[in-house]
């Protein structure tokens, strides 16, 4: 059975912690919300075929998420460069923010992975029956990365259609960090992106400093009950078994 989650979320779960004001700030993430009249105004064909509505131009979403009702953001693929400044740590860090369409994201996730090195961390986020604002943070120190991979690679489906599940694979010795996040957006922490803007080319991604997305506007974020099980499968597999919540 396919669930609709509808509450207020922020693509702030980066372990160290100084992007949390910046996702607020710059990304706005606002996850659907709706008066009753408003649904009252929406027949149920028409919710389902907002629902089910997948394509936007060249673009495909996965089965994560859908923009607002009133499209107010389309999605399309392209990145852009930001700058967060952290004025009480007085730092400047640079984000890549990526939007990639389903059928080359997945593939462009684990190639952006390649310049981490070849032992790396994982932050698993997990909403699954969690109350409003609410995440848990799963940590995995030093794992080598094909294995890594190979092991995202069975989980695949999951991680791509589940709006309740982001992952984050970063090297805190560079320090770099690639996020998965729940949005199925790729963001980018690293002092030079040379290495992955190189592998966006190679991926035909464009470069578009204007770019809207998604968490811009009210979207829609979806899950399915049997993704619980897997994302504890996926956890079971990484060999985690330490929680670290975050409440926002």
Same mark, same amino acid.
């Given at each position: ?10 693509l ?38 907002h ?41 400047? *860090?640079? +984000? /890549?923010?990526? #939007?990639?369409?389903? @059928?080359?994201? &997945? %593939?462009?996730?684990?190639? =952006? ?53 982001? *992952?984050? +694979? /970063?090297?805190? #010795?560079?320090?770099? @960090?690639?996020q &998965? %996040?729940?949005?199925?957006? =790729? ?37 399915r009950?049997?993704?619980t ?8 597999t ?11």
């Amino acid at each position: 059975m396919l669930t609709i989650r509808n509450f207020n979320r922020h693509l702030n779960y980066h372990p160290m912690g100084f992007l949390k004001q910046f996702y607020r700030n710059i990304l706005r993430d606002s996850s659907l919300i709706m008066s009753h009249n408003d649904i009252e105004r929406l027949s149920k064909l028409e919710i389902e075929s907002h629902l089910s509505t997948v394509t936007y131009g060249d673009f495909t979403l996965t089965g994560a998420i859908r923009p607002s009702f009133n499209l107010r953001v389309v999605p399309e693929q392209g990145y852009k460069h930001d700058l967060y400044r952290d004025d009480f740590n007085r730092a400047a *860090i640079p +984000v /890549l923010i990526v #939007s990639v369409s389903a @059928e080359q994201l &997945f %593939d462009t996730f684990l190639d =952006l992975l390649d310049p981490l090195g070849g032992t790396v961390d994982v932050v698993l986020e997990t909403s699954h029956q969690r109350s409003r604002g609410y995440h848990i943070d799963l940590y995995r120190e030093e794992i080598d990365l094909p294995i890594l991979k190979s092991f995202l690679y069975d989980f695949e489906e999951m991680l791509l259609n589940d709006g309740c599940t982001g *992952i984050a +694979v /970063l090297n805190p #010795s560079i320090p770099v @960090e690639v996020q &998965f %996040d729940e949005h199925k957006m =790729l963001v980018v922490y690293a002092e030079n992106f040379r290495k992955f803007e190189s592998i966006l080319k190679q991926h035909h991604i464009p470069k578009n400093e204007t770019i809207r997305f998604l968490t811009e506007a009210e979207h829609i974020h979806l899950t399915r009950k049997e993704y619980t099980q897997r994302f504890n499968e996926l956890q079971i597999t990484l060999g985690i078994d330490e929680e670290c919540p975050v409440i926002h």
